[in-house]
């Protein structure tokens, strides 16, 4: 950004100076013809008052070898006088716009450019008493030959623009700039921003990055709280079974039943890290790419599948409905996604009850018979370890994990999830693609 405003702050002084000199050079230049025009006519009268009162052609002679170049016309365009060159081999003249303006019209001018490009000839005619056209004429620089003598300092000038122009710009850019280097280090202090000399339209900016901050540091915070103690309370009955191992107090078939229920313990922790590192895994990767096209029906078969096992060990039936649905994005996360889905089917259903995963276009709903959730409780059950009924969910190795990493998979695909439930029937949970 600094470098763009840089270089257009410098690009607009140099433009802006150089349109300068072009419209004082040509203002200036158009000032200098109109005197030279006003100057051609005044010295035109002058030699028409002096023609009147003596010999015309004396009196047109006296006028040669001045900076201008007098020449006599008749009406019919023959050159009677030219004071620079000899009027038998000049021709006819009637066909010059500053004679012919005379004729017409007592008086005209004209301004051409002379054969050789750097000059420009100027005239001024006037109809005579005598009917004869009086013309007077001068030659000038055009200008391009003004541009070309004035070049190097032009050049010089251009060039000063040019520098004075680089240093402003920096001068500028980093003036502007300022008040956004100070952001960092704002945001990290609690000062209040309107002091801290940055601009008003940025202060909501900042408050808003300061707020996301705090609620970030403090959900942080409460994550911490949470693991510890979710690891905290299996790692307490693991610590108590096994001190009664040690003491001796539990012996024989006792020790191998605390065995167990030490394993069982563990299997939840491991659990637990394995959920809490794939949360941290989706926060931080942002998620794999997106580019592979999954159908959503065959997701389903694959995790009725998987879960087939445990879903009949309680008697519940899982069917999968619908057609074939095809939706861009990854794998491995929509697989996640719909175990998840369908693991809580299972474990928040009534024993023999039934699951279905419904596909439709670009759509799955996993409905099950189950316990059903409290509609004040539908928008708390995406948090990171809220559940309803705690032991119930520890008894079925539920985490509070599962439908947090539901919510990252589907914001991550840009997906919608519906939540419809009635407690004691059942609870419909449809996710929808776009
Ligand atoms: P858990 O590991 O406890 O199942 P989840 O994040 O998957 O954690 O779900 C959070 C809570 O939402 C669960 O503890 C449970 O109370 C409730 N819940 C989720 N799915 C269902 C369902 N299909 N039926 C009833 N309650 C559910």
């Known amino acids: ?55 015309p052609i004396t009196e047109l ?48 001018t004209d301004t051409r450019f002379s054969d050789t490009i750097g000059t420009e000839d100027h005239y001024y005619a006037l109809r005579l008493n005598d009917g004869n056209i009086l013309r007077v004429s001068i030659q000038t620089d055009s200008i391009f030959a003004l541009f070309e003598r004035s070049l190097v300092i032009i050049l010089i000038i251009v060039l000063g623009i040019v520098i004075v122009s680089m240093l402003v710009s920096v001068k500028l850019t980093n003036n502007l700039i300022a008040p956004f280097r100070r952001i960092p280090e704002l945001i990290g202090t609690n000062s209040p921003p309107e002091e801290c000399g940055i601009y008003p339209e940025i202060i909501p900016f900042v408050e808003e990055i300061r707020n996301a901050r705090n609620a970030q540091s403090e959900m942080r915070q409460e994550f911490t709280a949470n693991v510890s103690h979710e690891l905290k309370t299996p790692l307490t009955s693991i610590s108590g079974y096994a001190e009664l191992i040690e003491s001796g107090m539990a012996q024989g078939a006792d020790s191998v039943e605390f065995a167990g229920k030490i394993k069982k313990e563990s299997d939840r922790m ?52 619908g057609e074939s649905a095809s939706v861009k994005g990854s794998m491995t996360e929509l697989c996640e996604l719909v175990y998840n889905l369908v693991d809580n089917a299972i474990k928040y259903n ?85």
């Open 270 to 321: 491991l659990v637990l890290i394995g959920d809490i590192l794939r949360l941290s895994e989706l926060d931080s990767t942002g998620g794999i790419p997106l580019d592979e096209d999954v159908d959503l029906k065959a997701v389903a078969e694959d995790c009725k599948e998987r879960l087939s096992q445990q879903a009949e060990s309680r008697g519940i039936r899982i069917t999968v409905r």
């Open 61 to 108: 002679d006296r006028f040669t070898g001045e900076d201008f170049r007098i020449t006599l016309i008749e009406k019919d365009g023959t050159v009677l006088f030219e004071s620079s060159a000899d009027p038998q081999e000049m021709p006819n003249h009637l066909d010059r716009p500053e004679i012919r303006a005379a004729i017409e019209n007592g008086t005209g």
């Open 1 to 55: 950004m600094e470098r763009k405003i840089n270089l257009h702050l410098f690009y607009m002084g140099v433009v802006t100076a150089i349109v300068g000199i072009l419209i004082t050079t040509v203002s200036y230049f158009n000032f200098f013809r109109k005197e030279v025009t006003e100057n051609l006519a005044h010295e035109c009268h002058l030699v028409a008052q002096c023609y009147d009162s003596g010999d």
């Open 350 to 434: 009534r024993e023999n009850g039934n699951i279905e995963i419904e596909t439709a276009d670009k759509m799955l709903t996993v409905t099950d018979t189950g316990i059903g959730i409290p509609q004040e409780s539908i928008p708390r059950i995406f948090e990171r370890f809220y559940r309803i009924d705690k032991s119930r969910s520890r008894a079925k190795g539920g985490t509070g994990l599962g439908l947090s990493i539901v919510k990252h998979i589907a914001e991550h695909h840009g997906a919608k999830i519906d939540v419809k439930s009635t407690v004691g029937v059942g609870t419909s949970i449809s996710v929808r693609f776009q």
